[in-house]
């Protein structure tokens, strides 16, 4: 049952840790989870812990340097138009932000 309750709080702690780099960044679900990803396997830290770190950070501590300089890569590579998995993204990153909500009667 002890496994269970953990492996529920990681996944709820990775989500919110989506949410923290969607909100920061202005990308997709799928990018954050690709940044995520990307910054674990490049650390050789595991997921749920760079998704603490991520936490943290938005609520004001500093992550590891370690850290910090695998999400710049993953970021900077999202803006420059490939993917942190390393795909190319032929959209301009102006096109990769989201639009802005639908306003007004039947949006």
């Known amino acids: 049952m002890a496994g269970l309750k953990r492996a529920l709080w990681t996944h709820a702690l990775i ?8 909100a920061t960044t202005g990308c997709s679900a799928e990018t954050a989870w690709a ?16 998704a603490r770190l991520v936490v943290d950070a938005a609520e004001g501590s500093e992550p590891p340097a370690v850290v910090r300089e695998a999400l710049h ?6 803006e420059a138009g490939v993917s942190p ?10 096109d990769r932000r ?10």
Do not use: C, E, W
């Not at 989500?15 to 969607?22: K, S």
């Open 35 to 50: 940044v995520l990803v990307h910054t674990s396997q490049h650390t050789n830290i595991k997921l749920h812990t760079i």
């Open 15 to 22: 989500d919110l840790a989506r949410g923290v780099v969607m």
């Open 98 to 107: 989201p639009s802005p909500p639908a306003t007004g009667p039947g949006a």
């Open 73 to 78: 890569a993953a970021f900077t590579d999202y």
């Open 85 to 94: 998995s390393g795909d190319t993204d032929d959209r301009t990153p102006d």
